[in-house]
């Protein structure tokens, strides 16, 4: 049973448009919404995160959007450039000694 | 400074042979893990240590033993290799505040 599911699977955007990912989860124990980035050969990288007690949270051209009654949460990147292309993958994780628990990803192209 | 750090990066060896994968990180954190991450990008948790004790074993063979001398290093030994393990690694490590860093990946491939 997948606990959280991504969508969608890839994406194509124009430069300067608007990316959008979203992701639900299932276990309302999660409290924990953090975002990686991945380039190819390289390892995931923390882009930005969430706790429930905030709806949105935004640092520069990305912002998360959290809907705690819906169980979802998305990933805005605005005006996306080339350099954003790479592997995006949500995840969550519940208090404690928890693993994070990742969605399957999504393939971000962004072109000119 | 590289915070997590793996070697070896690519590891190309036949079925049946053992092998490590060593793990180092120098954020002062107290908890590491080992994620698995298949053909299709998929990130699985293995393993995962605080203050080197096992504190999650995700149902993996027991022909992978992680082995964590102390807290700043897990070690991943695997015996027996078989195709299916063919796979990039990744190690990582965590801040109280859950925060996890991930090391660059050591590639897999078992032939």
């Known amino acids: 049973q997948q606990q959280v599911k991504q969508s969608p699977q890839s994406l194509i955007v124009q430069k300067g448009g608007i990316s959008i990912i979203n992701c639900a989860y299932e276990?309302?124990?999660?409290?924990?919404f953090p975002w990686y980035q991945q380039f190819p050969g390289k390892g995931p990288a923390l882009l930005i995160a969430?706790?429930?007690?905030?709806s949105e949270k935004k640092e520069g051209r990305f912002t998360i959007s959290f809907n705690k009654s819906a169980k979802q949460f998305s990933l805005h990147i605005m005006d996306s450039q080339p350099g954003d292309s790479a592997t995006y993958f949500c995840?969550?994780?519940?208090?404690?000694?928890?693993?994070?628990?990742f969605g399957k990803g999504t393939r971000l192209s962004v072109i000119a | 400074d590289t915070a997590v750090s793996q070697t070896p990066k690519y590891l190309v060896t036949q079925m049946g042979n053992d092998k490590s994968i060593k793990c180092e990180q120098n954020?002062?954190?107290?908890?590491m893990y080992w994620y698995k991450q298949d053909s299709k990008k998929f990130l699985k948790i293995m393993f995962s240590?605080?203050?080197?004790?096992?504190?999650i074993n995700e149902t993996v063979p027991n022909r992978f033993s992680p082995k964590s001398p102390d807290k700043a290093h897990l070690n991943l030994h695997i015996n027996s290799l078989e195709l299916g393990d063919s796979a990039v690694y990744f190690c990582?490590?965590?801040?109280?505040?859950?925060?996890?860093?991930f090391g660059p990946g050591t590639r897999l491939t078992v032939l």
């Open positions: 990582a490590s965590s801040s109280a505040e859950n925060e996890q860093f």
């Open positions: 276990n309302t124990a999660f409290d924990y």
């Open positions: 969430i706790r429930p007690d905030v």
């Open positions: 995840a969550a994780k519940a208090s404690g000694n928890t693993p994070l628990v």
């Open positions: 954020l002062g954190h107290d908890t």
């Open positions: 240590y605080n203050n080197k004790e096992l504190i």
